[in-house]
């Protein structure tokens, strides 16, 4: 029976454990593929790096053909969850918007203890790499991270109502993600070093079996689902779940319209950018002239800590005393700043340093999100999260494929290049937000119109 209306506990541990996985699962990955190149052991299990500098010798082209199989294994991988993914973030979101947001919460969760485990077989049995793609897909149909994402920022906008309290909720979500994978990534350096990557993968699988707990017996339902039966799993019911998005559209006005669009695409087109570069920061920080350990590429993590909570921050802050738009074109402003350093870093105390102009750089999609939020109603959240976790899991992976390909074509003669595309892609969301501005967008202002206009259509 639940009892309590916090799901930052959830979105807390979720992240813990996942931002755990995500580098031991590529590190694991790494070294399986080092191995078959190489024929040798376990190739980072002290306090030296392995990796090789000198350009002239044969060893050096074989590491490049590493870094080059882990980034397209990457994006098969990634690519072979893509459709379930994507077409169960719109069902699992929108469902909760007249049901409740537990499913979106429940069952990715499930889908990322799979994910683990599927990771825990391969490194136990020494499995083929290949038993991944099974585990991905089963954990595609259960939603994957967008969904609960979706399925948080959802339960937020159900218990938030005061609207110019909504940025700070907002990038507080934000900030508890970030917070969590720094503490992640400096623990997952750590836990490789002490327990090797057979049971490193146990921490991460339990963390997720005690969150399924928590969001069963303890975190409250915002939505009562007395009538799941005849409403569900009925036609009309059936129909319900996709119908939300194309009626969020459909019955808004023209400005309304407008507004929404541009700031989706604002929204997607950063995601892009930024999530992009930040997916491969580990291969390009085991990399030469880096060549970090686990241990250093834990402590990179953990410094991006403080960029959330830098954003964080910013917004709670400067929502005092600038508009929306504004603080994102300084969140974009970092990010552009702190990716283009990366691009030409090639000391561990530079990479280290690249966090600082970053600070801010977490600003932007929460700010954004608000921003989506305070244009439609209240009863129109759950199905405006709908279609951002739909969009968000489509860019995400579509991200990942078209980054990790481009960063496989340009590590042997520019490693950097990714984020210098990053930086020059983040002029984009820049320029749509500034049109935003120029057409006399105003958030609360807009917001009232809407109300004024729906009510006008009410009554008549």
């Known amino acids: 029976m639940g009892l309590l209306y916090l799901v930052e506990p959830v979105m807390a541990i979720y992240c813990f454990a996942s931002f755990t996985s995500y580098p031991l699962m590529q590190q694991y990955v ?65 469902y909760g918007d007249q049901h409740g947001r537990k499913a979106s919460l429940l069952l990715p969760s499930i889908g990322a203890l799979l994910t683990i485990s599927g990771y825990c077989s391969s490194s136990f049995f020494d499995l083929p790499l290949e038993i991944l793609y099974v585990s991905s897909v089963f954990s595609g149909f259960l939603g994957g991270f967008a969904t609960f994402i979706g399925g948080s920022f959802s339960y937020i906008a159900d218990i938030a109502k005061d609207m110019q309290k909504k940025n700070i909720r907002i990038a507080f979500i934000d900030m508890v993600l970030g917070v969590s994978s720094g503490v992640a990534g400096i623990t997952s350096g750590y836990i490789i070093r002490a327990l090797g990557f057979k049971w490193s993968f146990a921490l991460p699988a339990f963390l997720h079996i005690l969150n399924i707990l928590y969001i069963l017996f303890i975190l409250e339902e915002t939505v009562k689902r007395s ?27 023209c400005k309304k319209r407008v507004a929404i669009s541009l700031l989706m695409f604002a929204f997607m087109s950063y995601l892009f950018a930024n999530f992009g570069a930040v997916s491969l920061f580990t291969l390009y920080e085991l990399d030469s002239p880096l060549c970090w350990d686990p241990v250093l590429v834990g402590w990179g993590s953990a410094l991006s800590t403080f960029c959330f909570i830098g954003s964080f921050l910013g917004v709670f802050l400067f929502t005092r005393c600038l508009k929306d738009a504004y603080i994102v074109f300084i969140g974009i402003a970092s990010w552009i700043g702190g990716v283009t350093m990366a691009a030409f870093a090639t000391t561990t ?21 608000s921003m989506m939020s305070k244009v439609v109603l209240e009863n129109e959240q759950g199905a405006l999260f709908a ?49 935003l501005l120029c057409i006399g967008h105003q958030e609360r202002d807009h917001v009232l119109l809407i109300n004024e206009e729906s009510s006008t259509e009410a009554e008549s």
């Open 30 to 94: 790494y070294q399986k593929l080092w191995e078959d190149e190489f024929n040798s052991t376990v190739f980072f299990n002290d306090n030296i790096s392995h990796c090789e500098t000198n350009q002239s010798n044969p060893n050096y082209i074989h590491q490049k053909e590493v870094q080059k199989r882990a980034s397209l294994f990457y994006t098969t991988l990634d690519l072979s969850s893509l459709i379930p993914s994507l077409l169960m973030a719109l069902i699992l979101v929108s």
């Open 349 to 369: 105390v530079t990479m280290m340093l690249v966090r600082l102009p970053l600070l801010f750089s977490a600003m932007p999609l929460p700010v954004l999100r």
């Open 387 to 435: 279609c951002i976790a739909c969009l968000e899991s489509l860019t995400g992976s579509l991200t990942i494929a078209v980054y990790n390909g481009i960063y496989a074509a340009t590590v042997l003669w520019f490693p950097g290049f990714c984020f210098l595309l990053s930086a020059v892609l983040s002029l984009v969301p820049f320029g749509v937000v500034w049109l």
């Open 227 to 253: 009538d799941f039966q005849q409403n569900v799993l009925s036609k009309e019911g059936f129909k319900e779940l996709f119908s939300g998005v194309f009626v969020l559209f459909k019955h808004a006005s």
